[in-house]
């Protein structure tokens, strides 16, 4: 096969194409071939593109003598040609190993991944070891990026990760190549389904697990649902943008493009295999077979299969005699309880029909449990009159390929589960639900008695399609996915980047022309982006303005909650009539000029004037520096050169330590804040209800942004309750947010388009564009119902404009509008608010 790739390929999977095995007699280590459709294809792309493959080899790091022998000078596999050299094996103590593959892969992902819940274990531990072991694997990946680089210093090479063993390897692998500045391609596919997300939620780390996969530029899985469904996992777990139409996923400020990318076989090899196979399995011309090939899997359904001949056998007796079942089970994960009582069930059930059914000259089932070579298999995919294909979920199944393939001769019959990937494509088998006993009975009689003509017109139809369809056309449909095919110019999807437009999708249905406003924001990277130090943390022009004009519409309360100090924040922002929360909600000064502050310990004052003592006589060093503020302080270390940061970080933690003052870590800071159970979460709650009175829930929208750790506790104060937003740029985070924004712009844009929204308030469509992009509401961070909307409170010198007047419909608070309307009017009044009699507030 020519494989016209543009890059040198890395291939990322749990196994490397071959295990290696010490030789009983020579004691030499060997290599021992698997044939499988990803070997038979990935292979030689690794091998002609003077590639790399990352996988595990057979042995633990116990086992000692790591070294991969060369292929046997006869080996004529699709691996002979890949030499020792290009074969990094990952090599791992046997525990962790286990724990890795058998605790999560094959007790937690596979049942869950295969709508099996009740099956999936969810041990932490576990995914620790996952994590780990994927790491482990993300950094041999990187020694064979640097190696490609060395040999082919002008090509990017593509990495390409497999299966479900390695989904939180790429942003790891990511981070590291950056760091090395090399630059690569990394895609990933996923050889058995994508759950839906009512599936996925149950696993207690999706989001992290999300994060994971999209840590490539590319991903992959067999067939459109699976696609969809992890489109929709991204969007409703993660707040991600998408666009469907294109398969389209946003996050962390990339596009990760989604592709369904069907497998298949090695389509002549199986034709030649079956065209030269000796019969081995027919007694005589008349006996008619029914095929099972599986691995001996709880996802096969095999035993739904067995049940379901013995229904057909008692229902049409006439096949007594004529028919025989063949089952081809391959021993799977024998050391797992789950398989090992699997094979129990089986081996009973077989042999009570058996006994059943049984004449002195047949038996209604043969099975035979164990691996068979190719050329036999081929010559039972040709010799059986009906396929059964059923699992109860597959990701693709390519036994429904390889047996379509085999028939060379006389047509035989597919019959195929919906609830397999191939059941998508291979419209002309006889689909059938394996649950459904008696039909499947049914469906396998239809079969053993059909017409020749009809099998014939199936069959050709199945074969043409798959034999245009094989193996190579999914590898060279991968190439072109990721754009590294030779000759084939593909511009790679991206989404437009955020528009105002984009936030009709987050906010429409909450925020509505007559809501109530209450917009909480924090300051430092939400409306200004981070600096080296606080005094340079400045808000752009445009965001004031905007902010300003907000905070001046009927209706509409802005709150600023910050780390900072009250005035330190009042000054950055500069706008009058707001509310300013300051030292995380431990001051807030109202509109009004009252101001609430949480009383603190008195125990802690002492503590906390130790501490700064502490801190300023002889941590202030190399151009770490000490913020103060009334209830806390905060200590910066952004500024210590790399090489003293940990001197002095450690020298500020036990001086905390020292004086029992909890550190409360922030952006490149230590905090110490009052020991009492106040945060920005209270203090929001707070707010809104001396704002609105305490059933603000009911008549307010509420949208609050935030960019770090402390503004989680108000994300979390508020989730089913407002909508909020966390600003990140991180590729793995957990957030109790309801969406994500890439930056500080994306916040003015936000503040742009609510802007718009309630300036606009009268009945009419304002023109927004429709985009494919969607935004539905999102599970467990799904954003509230709006509240009631309230009866407008009209300020007295508010410009609010009748539902009537239809020439002010589009009216948009320009800078213009804005000074216009308060030189005439002066600044509007704030609504002053009786504050609520709650046991904290105490006003100075
Ligand atoms: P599997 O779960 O292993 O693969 P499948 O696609 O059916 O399932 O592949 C099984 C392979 O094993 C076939 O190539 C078959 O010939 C071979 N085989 C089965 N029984 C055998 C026997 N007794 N002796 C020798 N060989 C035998 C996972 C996913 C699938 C997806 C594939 C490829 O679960 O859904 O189709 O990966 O992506």
Redesign the pocket.
């Known amino acids: 096969m020519v494989v016209n790739s543009t890059s040198p390929m890395v291939v990322v999977a749990n196994r490397l194409p071959f295990i290696v095995q010490k030789n009983a007699e020579t004691g030499q280590l060997e290599r021992k071939q698997c044939?499988?459709?990803?070997v038979t294809a990935v292979a030689p792309v690794v091998v002609e593109t003077n590639g790399l493959w990352v996988g595990w080899s057979g042995r633990h790091l116990e086992d000692g003598d790591h070294d991969i022998p060369e292929a046997n000078p006869k080996d004529n596999s699709p691996t002979a040609g890949l030499k020792s050299r290009q074969v990094i094996p990952v090599v791992l103590p046997k525990k962790q190993f286990d724990d890795y593959y058998n605790g999560c892969c094959n007790a937690t992902f596979w049942p869950l991944f295969h709508s099996m819940p009740d099956r999936a274990l969810f041990q932490s531990e576990k995914w620790e070891a996952y994590r780990q072991v994927n790491e482990h694997f993300a950094k041999l990946t990187v020694e064979a990026v640097v190696k490609l680089s060395e040999t082919n210093p002008n090509s990017v090479p593509l990495v390409w990760l497999h299966d479900y063993h390695l989904m939180m390897a790429a942003n790891s692998i990511r981070d590291r190549c950056d760091k090395l500045g090399l630059s690569i391609k990394m895609a990933f596919f996923l050889?058995?389904p994508f759950p839906s997300w009512d599936i996925m939620r149950l696993f207690p780390w999706d989001d992290e697990l999300l994060q994971g996969i999209l840590g490539c530029d590319s991903v992959g899985f067999?067939v459109e649902d699976y696609c969809l469904n992890f489109i929709d996992c991204c969007q409703r777990r993660l707040g991600c943008r998408v666009d469907r139409e294109q398969m389209l996923v946003e996050h962390n400020g990339r596009t990760v493009s989604v592709h369904p990318l069907p497998?298949s076989?090695p389509y002549d090899r199986f034709v030649s295999l079956a065209e030269k196979a000796p019969q081995v399995v027919k007694n005589n011309e008349q006996e008619q077979l029914l095929l099972g090939?599986?691995?001996l899997?709880y996802?096969k359904g095999l035993v739904h299969r067995i049940r379901a001949f013995e229904t057909l056998l008692q229902k049409h007796p006439e096949h007594i005699e004529h028919v025989t079942f063949l089952q081809?089970?391959?021993p799977s994960r024998t050391d797992v309880k789950e398989y090992q009582e699997l094979k129990e069930d089986l081996d009973q059930l077989i042999g009570r029909i058996n006994g059943r059914f049984s004449t002195p000259n047949w038996s209604p089932i043969r099975y035979?449990y164990?691996?068979?070579?190719?050329e036999q298999?081929a010559a039972f995919y040709r010799d059986s009159s009906v396929a059964v294909v059923t699992p109860l979920r597959?990701?693709?199944?390519?036994?429904a390929k390889?047996f379509v393939a085999c028939q060379v001769g006389e047509p035989g019959v597919l019959m195929l589960s919906p609830f397999?990937?191939a059941g998508t494509s291979m419209h002309e088998a006889l689909l059938v639900n394996p649950y459904e006993t008696d039909e499947f009975a049914e469906v396998m009689h239809r079969a053993l008695t059909m017409p020749k003509d009809e099998r014939e017109l199936r069959m050709k139809q199945l074969r043409h399609r798959e034999r245009e369809h094989d193996v190579n056309y999914w590898l060279q449909s991968f190439l072109k996915s990721v754009d590294c095919l030779v000759d084939n110019n593909l511009t790679p999807g991206r989404l437009l980047p955020l528009r105002e437009e984009d936030f009709s999708q987050f906010l429409a249905s909450y925020v509505k022309e007559s809501s109530r406003l209450a917009l909480l924001l924090d300051y430092d990277g939400t409306l200004a982006p981070i600096a080296p130090h606080p005094d340079l943390a400045r808000m752009p022009e445009e965001t004031r303005r905007v902010l300003e004009r907000l905070s001046h519409m009927p209706d509409v309360n802005v709150a600023i909650i910050s780390g900072r100090s009250v005035e330190n924040v009042k000054s950055m922002i500069g706008i009058e009539g707001i509310t300013y929360a300051g030292c995380h909600g431990f001051e807030i000064l109202h509109p009004d000029g009252t101001m609430f502050i949480h009383p603190v310990p008195h125990e802690y004052e002492v503590q906390l004037e130790q501490l700064k003592k502490q801190l300023q006589n002889d941590a202030c060093n190399h151009g770490a520096w000490l913020e103060q503020k009334s209830s806390g302080i905060t200590f910066h270390y952004r500024e210590v050169p790399k090489d003293k940061q940990s001197e002095i970080m450690t020298l500020a933690q036990n001086m905390f330590q020292a004086n029992d003052i909890k550190l409360h870590q922030s952006h490149m800071a230590y905090e110490a804040r009052p020991p009492v159970t106040w945060d920005k979460g209270r203090a929001a709650i707070y707010l809104l209800r001396t704002l609105f009175g305490l059933d603000w829930c009911d008549r307010v929208s509420t949208i609050f942004a935030g960019d770090d750790k402390t503004d989680e506790d108000a994300m979390r104060a508020l989730q089913g309750m407002a909508v909020t937003f966390r600003i990140t740029t991180s590729p793995n985070l957990r957030t109790a947010a309801t969406y994500r924004l890439p930056n500080t712009d994306a916040v003015l844009t936000m503040l742009k388009w609510v802007e718009k929204r309630l300036s606009s308030r009268l009945p009419v469509t304002n023109g927004l564009r429709s985009r494919k992009t969607s935004m539905s509401s999102i599970g467990n961070n799904s954003p509230p119902h709006p509240p009631s909307s309230p009866t407008r409170r009209s300020r007295s010198n508010s410009q609010s404009p009748s539902p009537t007047e239809p020439n002010k419909q589009m009216m948009v608070m320009t800078d213009q509008v804005y000074h216009q309307l308060i030189s005439r009017k002066n600044s509007p009044p704030r609504i002053s608010v009786s504050p609520l009699n709650t046991p904290t507030r105490s006003t100075v």
């Open positions: 044939a499988g459709g990803l050889h058995i067999h497998i076989i090939v599986d691995r899997d996802t081809v089970a391959v035979i164990g691996c068979v070579s190719q298999l597959d990701g693709m199944n390519l036994v390889e397999a990937g």
